[in-house]
């Protein structure tokens, strides 16, 4: 017979299905886990050395948790995942609006019922997955929303004066007894409610209207919190922050290769974008690093922090930007080129918050920054760094492909170019072979344009070359040829 299976209180007593706390049951599920060398945080990357060894920590230690960090550092999953370390299946009195243990009711309605029905109570089963609530603070929760209130319909209907304690009606915390509770952006809640979780963190206690209930609440509290909440909107109030057992610093990914995980985890891809767009491997580091200069640039508030979802936002664009542009052409397929990355511009205006400088250069200024910093920070990794000025005895590896630009009145790449014309137009370039074949010998034929255009934008990066943004695509001329044949 199966654990599930068990109908009533009398059932339960003689299985050997144990009591216990959901805190001890999270412990005793991890420590399992820990002794067999299974996961306990799956799909969580970057955190194996720091914060899930902490988070295992104070589960250990039965703490109610906070998780303290900037926007898009996975701490709401962080804590939804905390949910498979609870047993799959957990009794209650059937009809329990507060999931009443049947070894331990607090609930009048429970403790009646298994009075006067005894070894034949009614038993239900809730699911470990149904055993999560979480709730975003906003100033207008109310003690109401969370705890509860007192429901004069429910005393009319039952010809109840408000005298009685079954007038009440349980809030979201109480209904979530027994269960992990999550409290997103916390220093958004207004201080007199934070007062109000107080004795629930500590003694159980909960007041509603004057009804003074002793409720020994069951439940493993989750907060999450962005320091940038403390001086912008709201603080956690002293008392409430000394209840709670530990607080977890999360932080972004701190390598181009765990970003990019991530990021390939998380971008929702339709199978025909992934089958039929080539996305060279350049491409994702650029993506990523994009994310990291961003966090260092002077226009972008430091405080608010750069959350994953830029990578994520903006590898879906890129994604739906060549296919679009494969769509329009009547082709096939198609592969990333470096011109579509002006169709990320879009996720990342709606990510960043700038600071006065970035306001006055503008989102679109700003993110069209970010892209050629990052082109620069990888050039140098693929490439001879390219210097300002060079004496006259030293070999400029670039020196033959400045001087066809020199020759050149402009070379235009047209977006809607079909692969064909826009794999010739840069095999024109003759210069960009040699040097690809000299420093990149390896590289993969699908690659091969991707990398010939990336070496012509950190050209202009690097002040080698200029280009002007047409209608339908990008002109490139040398810095200073175009103006002295202007000139002459």
Do not use: C
Not at 243 to 248: A, E, F, L, P, V
Not at 252 to 259: G, I, R
Not at 338 to 357: H, R, W
Not at 370 to 388: M, N, R, V, W, Y
Request: charged share 30%; net charge negative.
């Amino acid at each position: 017979m199966k654990i599930e299976d068990i109908q009533t209180l009398g059932e339960l007593k003689a299985s050997d299905w144990t009591s216990r706390s959901i805190k001890e049951e999270l412990r005793k599920n991890l420590i399992a886990k820990l002794q067999n060398g299974a996961p306990t945080f799956e799909g969580i990357h970057g955190y194996e050395n720091t914060v899930i060894p902490e988070l295992e920590r104070a589960i250990l230690s039965r703490h109610n948790i906070n998780l303290l960090g900037l926007r898009g550092q996975a701490k709401t999953r962080l804590a939804r995942q905390m949910v498979n370390l609870l047993d799959e299946w957990m009794p209650i009195v059937a009809g329990s609006e507060i999931n009443d243990d049947p070894f331990h009711p607090i609930s009048r309605y429970a403790t009646e019922l298994i009075a006067e029905k005894g070894d034949v109570t009614p038993i239900a089963w809730v699911h470990r997955d149904e055993r999560f609530a979480e709730k975003l603070a906003t100033p207008d929760v109310t003690v109401a929303d969370i705890i509860g209130d007192v429901d004069p319909i429910k005393a009319a209907n039952l010809k109840l004066s408000y005298a009685d304690d079954r007038v009440i009606h349980y809030g979201m915390i109480p209904r979530a007894n027994r269960s992990i509770f999550v409290i997103n952006e916390l220093p958004d809640l207004q201080a007199r409610i934070q007062v109000a979780l107080f004795n629930i963190l500590q003694e159980g206690d909960i007041q509603i209207r004057g009804f003074k209930l002793r409720l020994p609440l069951d439940m493993q509290f989750v907060f999450t919190a962005n320091p940038e909440d403390y001086t912008n909107r709201g603080s956690i109030v002293t008392p409430l922050k000394d209840r709670i057992g530990s607080q977890i610093l999360t932080h972004y990914p701190e390598d181009v290769a765990t970003a990019r995980t991530i990021t390939e985890q998380e971008a929702k891809l339709d199978e025909r974008q992934k089958e039929k767009v080539h996305v060279p491997d350049l491409v994702k580091d650029l993506l990523e690093e994009i994310s990291f200069v961003a966090r260092d640039s002077e226009f972008i508030d430091e405080k608010s922090g750069i959350s994953a979802r830029m990578s994520i936002t903006a590898f879906e664009n890129l994604m739906s930007t060549a296919e679009r542009r494969m769509l329009l052409s009547g082709e096939s397929h198609t592969a990333i080129r470096f011109g579509d990355l002006m169709g990320i511009v879009p996720a990342i205006t709606g990510k960043v918050e700038l600071v006065y400088e970035g306001e006055q250069e503008g989102a679109a200024f700003v993110a069209k920054t970010l892209i050629g910093d990052a082109t620069k920070s990888l050039f140098d990794d693929q490439f001879p760094k390219i210097e300002k000025l060079t004496k006259e005895s030293d070999h400029d590896p670039y020196e033959a492909l400045l001087a066809w630009f020199f020759e050149q009145s402009g070379f235009v790449l047209e977006d809607d170019l079909s692969d064909t014309d826009y794999k010739a137009k840069l095999d024109s370039i003759t210069p960009l072979t040699a040097l690809i074949t000299k420093y990149q010998p390896d590289i993969e034929a699908a690659d091969l344009y991707f990398m010939k255009e990336f070496i012509l934008w950190a050209l202009v990066e690097y002040k080698k070359l200029s280009k002007y943004p047409l209608s339908n695509g990008m002109r490139f001329n040398d810095l200073y040829g175009s103006y002295i044949s202007g000139l002459s």
